[in-house]
């Protein structure tokens, strides 16, 4: 295979597929974005939630900023990268409670409207709804030829 092209389904698995890592980002997305604020909303050692912090700066989806000097505390913010992934996480909340009878104790709203938002995928090109087309992912590599 082409050193340049790679599965961005695995790839991406790697990098937000643990479970702390998207329990993190959504704790980020709902406002606790300080150390301590989310390692207590969490219930996560310090030292896991360290390590997690750190990868997901290192893969750009979260940034750092320095809020106290002494001692040094950060706080995590959503970079555009991480932003979009906010969109994988609604989707797995609405999966989640239309499949397994799950309650959401957080509301997706839309802040000009004050409406609660249901969300699904439309295709840009026919505009339909992905549910109701038969999809199947087909490979574009040589190799699986």
């Not at 700066?57 to 320095?66: F, G, H, P, S, Y």
């Not at 991480?82 to 309650?103: A, N, P, S, T």
């Not at 957080?106 to 840009?124: P, Y």
């Amino acid at each position: 295979m082409d050193k340049n092209k790679f599965d961005t389904i695995e790839t991406a698995a790697k990098i937000i597929g643990d479970s702390w890592n998207l329990l993190i980002i959504r704790q980020i997305f709902l406002g606790n974005n300080r150390f301590e604020d989310i390692r207590k909303a969490l219930q996560i050692a310090p030292t896991m939630l360290t390590k997690r912090l750190n990868n997901l700066v290192a893969t750009n989806i979260l940034q750092k900023e320095l809020y106290s000097q002494r001692p040094a505390r950060y706080a995590y913010t959503i970079t555009p990268v991480g932003r979009d992934l906010g969109e994988i996480l609604i989707l797995m909340r609405q999966w989640g409670i239309k499949h397994l009878g799950g309650v959401c104790e957080d509301q997706l709203i839309d802040v000009d409207t004050g409406k609660e938002v249901k969300c699904k995928l439309i295709d840009e090109v026919s505009g339909k709804d992905l549910a109701s087309l038969n999809l199947q992912m087909l490979s574009t590599s040589k190799e699986d030829s």
